[in-house]
């Protein structure tokens, strides 16, 4: 049987799966070592004799599964379960064991029990007990590797100078604004949250009719982009350029809209003075 505890690692869908059973029967222990490893050639089987040899090898790290006996002397699988869940609350555990008391089954499920497997005394169950470890893990890596992409994102987001943003089809609710939102539109974010139309309240009253006529036509479905003036609460005036998205289902109904406002100020100068130096130009031809 293999010792426990090694270095972590982040680890992603596809990856060997260690998997840690706990069990006070070294026969069971190296039985099941060999069906599990037999059965899938990605699963790895650490074994521990005790609760407190159990809780070691999860603080260690690298551990993908934990699979244990309800029945142990000293502390059983449950108080396992739950030292497990002080350190890691989404690690799977398994409890794998011959009792099926209704008393059991609630205790493991009032501690965070992520699946609960009856020993048969006849037959293998190496097959099942693979498949479950397999579906939970994976289960939990496509999850952190769906927290770690929007994680990245959510910074990307934040050090953007555009403002990002994302309201319901309607405009009348808005899912994700960036910090940016402030500096561009001189609201703070937290103005729009409370009021997603607070945002025209700035727009230059000339655009505010554009504008709105932009959001009607994304909202019915089809990609704009508009060019308006804000009013900032600083005095002075940017120009800026919207492009918004429209998000739809399977029946092409618009769910949401998606976009990104951007600084277009320095932009608009440069073309004014471009535009009045032809001008020039033009008087003296």
Partial sequence: MRSVGVVPRVQSVGDTITVLYVNDDPDLLELLVRGLERENERLTVRTALSADEGIEAVRNGDVDCVLSD?????????????????????????MFTETGSEVAASEAISAGVTDYIIQEPIGSQHALVARKVVSHVERRRMERSAARADERLHELAQTSNDVLWTFSADWGELLFV?????????????????????????????????????????SAGTAQQ????????????????????????????VQRVVGFTRDITERKT????????????????
């Fill in 70 to 94: 309800y029945h142990m002397p000293e502390r059983t699988g449950v108080a396992l379960l739950r030292d497990v869940r002080a350190v890691d609350a989404s690690l799977p555990f398994i």
């Fill in 178 to 218: 960036n910090a940016a939102y402030e500096d561009v539109f001189g609201q703070s974010p937290e103005t729009i949250r409370t009021d997603p139309s607070a945002f025209l309240d700035v727009v230059h009253d000339d655009d505010r009719d554009r504008v709105t006529l932009a959001m009607e036509r994304a």
């Fill in 226 to 253: 508009v060019e308006f003036r804000v009013d900032h609460a600083s005095g002075m005036q940017l120009w800026v350029e919207s492009h918004c998205k429209p998000v739809t289902d399977d029946d092409g109904t």
């Fill in 270 to 285: 440069r073309e004014r003075d471009l535009a009045r130096k032809n001008e020039t130009l033009d008087q003296f031809t």
